[in-house]
């Protein structure tokens, strides 16, 4: 079984920055893919970024590019997703997932292949 514990969110204004870690118990971690989503009130999870076994391999949602990295420490056994230039629109709770059966060098982009997940972070972005 795996944990998935995110931290790091919060209220900030328009332009600003956060960064989120989620923390992931287990001593295969290096071996997950793993993922960012997003749910906003009254709107379905949607894909935010997702990154490989080693980092080497990541992906964005649109609306992201530009703006949001991902990143995993496998050390440390945490993927972070540093956010800048946050907009009112990225308001929603966000949660971290691990895709357990990946390839190396491949990401997971939806969410029904990922097995395990966070409980969320709040992260509201105010206008």
């Known amino acids: 079984q795996v944990q998935l514990v995110e931290s790091g969110g919060g209220l900030v204004q328009a332009g600003g920055s956060l960064r989120l870690s989620c923390a992931a118990s287990g001593r295969t971690f290096s071996s997950y893919a793993m993922g960012w989503f997003r749910q906003a009130p009254g709107k379905e999870r949607e894909f935010v970024a997702a990154?490989?076994?080693?980092?080497?391999?990541?992906y964005y949602t649109d609306s992201v590019k530009g703006r949001f990295t991902i990143s995993r420490d496998n050390a440390k056994n945490t993927v972070y997703l540093q956010m800048n230039s946050l907009k009112p629109e990225d308001t929603a709770v966000y949660y971290c997932?691990?895709?357990?059966?990946?390839?190396?060098?491949?990401?997971?982009?939806?969410?029904?292949?990922?097995?395990?997940w966070g409980q969320g972070t709040q992260v509201t972005v105010s206008s």
């Open positions: 997932a691990a895709d357990a059966t990946s390839r190396p060098f491949v990401v997971t982009l939806y969410p029904f292949e990922y097995d395990y």
């Open positions: 990154i490989s076994w080693s980092g080497g391999q990541t």
